[in-house]
């Protein structure tokens, strides 16, 4: 049986979105308060989606305590109250748009869990905006 299991995360972080090869004015236009020098912080719900085939012995497709931890230990405790700009090395020469945090995240996790199951993240960047990578 082919089912997919659900987790979700918070994180706040703070960022500029900014081009360096563009003028102060052209910044300004095409990423409009989100290029505040002084940076701006959003509250970021993430969700995680796997998918796979349920294990016959246990009954799970992955043990939700596993996913909650690694979760934790990969995204929440590497980008919680972070400067995304200055904090995470992913972001030194990466805008940090909601699109790139998405795939940023996406990629992490892809690394740790194991192959047998499919990934989606979706991340919410103000709760009426989302991402999600990859997209269906």
Sequence with gaps: MRISVFRKAHFNA???????????????????????????????????KVSGEVDPETGFLIDLNLLKDLIFEEIEQRLDHKNLNLDVEEFKNLNPTAENICFVIWNILRARLDGRYDLAVRLYEPPRNYVEYPAL
């Design 14 to 48: 703070a960022h500029r979105l900014h081009h360096p090869g563009w003028s102060e004015e052209k910044n300004r236009q095409v990423f409009g308060l989100c290029n505040n020098p002084n940076y701006h912080v959003h509250n970021y719900e993430l969700e995680v």
